[in-house]
Nanobody, 125 residues
Framework: QVQLVESGGGLVQPGGSLRLSCAVS????????IGWFRQAPGKEREGVAC???????TRYVDSVKGRFTISKDNADTVILQMNSLKPEDTAVYYC???????????????????WGQGTQVTVSS
């Protein structure tokens, strides 16, 4: 059974930082890619950052480029380092895994097969 567990969310002031962790029940290399997604109330779930398992290529949504970094911490953990946080980053953040190979590094929610329960990130003064 595949399990993904997110941790590290919380309340932070604008300009602050948070570090999200995604623990994967199997080795990261068992999947084609791991991604971080977010969903704010009334909005569609969007891909924030995705990383390929084999060669560590990455892809980011434009709104977080230069502020967020996705990386592999060890064989079964993916990190999302979030700096210079803005109120519009407030959302529930999910990590997800993609089983099957496809061109490039997909980062749309419909490409991913397994999901964690999510962790709340709130950016507010």
């Amino acid at each position: 059974q595949v399990q993904l567990v997110e941790s590290g969310g919380g309340l932070v002031q604008p300009g602050g930082s948070l570090r999200l962790s995604c623990a994967v029940s199997r080795s990261i290399v068992d999947y084609y890619a791991i991604g971080w997604f977010r969903q704010a109330p009334g909005k569609e779930r969007e891909g924030v950052a995705c990383i390929s398992s084999s060669y560590s290529g990455t892809r980011y949504v434009d709104s977080v480029k230069g502020r967020f970094t996705i990386s592999k911490d060890n064989a079964d953990t993916v990190i999302l380092q979030m700096n210079s946080l803005k109120p519009e980053d407030t959302a529930v953040y999910y990590c997800a895994s993609k089983l099957f190979r496809s061109p490039g590094i997909p980062c749309s929610f419909y490409d991913y097969n397994y999901w964690g329960q999510g962790t709340q990130v709130t950016v507010s003064s």
